[in-house]
């Protein structure tokens, strides 16, 4: 069975400063990783995913990650934080039947 | 291109009674989800379906949830009776099988009282 884990239930920056948001995943299959961005009483929103293509991974809104087999992580960063990256983050993985579990999520907070 | 709509985006109701929640996925999506996400956590999986069909429902408290889509189109998921525990925000996503990607409807907001 896949799952993923994300370090950090709270991380806060200072608006531009580096944000770094750290998942590590587990599963039995080549995976599928995705991140998902929640804004207050909205959906989830995909930012990017890895599908065994390229390792490193460009996303909306100047996020990338970075796909590390031999950590098993899928951290996402960005150079610059802004304001408005402010939200809920989640880390899912999936063994690609469209089965797809999601981590407990990690609060950002972006400080003029 | 119309989102995944989902309706109602709150409901307070209380204990013992029934609610259900609707949704309406993307034009030409095949694959409908129904996520149950507790305050703090990450969704968690109640139903799938592709095309009018329930294809994993493991995860389904059959003893008080139903779902239905018909005409695999709509969906709808009841809840009868309602509890305490059932407060949360039900998610409902849609995609194309084989894509890997899911959009994501804003969500019902439920209040069990």
């Known amino acids: 069975a896949q799952s993923v884990t994300q370090l950090g239930s709270h991380v806060s920056v200072s608006e531009g400063a580096l944000v770094l948001l750290r998942c590590n995943y587990s599963?039995?299959?080549?995976?599928?990783l995705f991140w998902y961005v929640q804004y207050p009483n909205q959906g989830l929103q995909l930012l990017l995913k890895y599908t065994s293509a390229a390792t490193l991974v460009k996303g909306i809104n100047g996020f990338e990650a970075e796909f590390k087999k031999s950590e098993t992580s899928f951290h996402l960063t960005k150079p610059s934080a802004h304001m408005s990256d402010a939200a809920e983050y989640f880390c899912a993985v999936s063994k690609g039947s469209n089965d797809m579990r999601f981590g407990a999520g990690t609060r950002l907070t972006v400080k003029p | 291109e119309a989102g995944v709509v989902q309706s109602p985006r709150y409901k307070i109701i209380e204990k013992k009674q029934p609610v259900a929640f609707w949704c309406n996925p993307i034009s030409g999506h095949n694959t409908l989800y129904w996520y149950l996400q507790n305050l703090g956590q990450g969704p968690e999986l109640l139903i799938r379906y592709e095309n009018e069909e329930a294809v994993d429902d493991s995860q389904l408290p059959k003893d008080r949830f139903s779902a239905e889509r018909l005409k695999g189109v709509d969906s709808t998921l009841k809840i009868q009776p309602a509890e305490l525990g059932d407060s949360a925000v039900y998610l409902c996503?849609?995609?194309?099988?084989?894509?890997?990607?899911?959009?994501f409807g804003p969500g019902t907001r439920l209040t069990v009282t």
């Open positions: 599963s039995s299959v080549p995976p599928y």
């Open positions: 996503a849609s995609g194309v099988e084989g894509t890997y990607e899911q959009y």
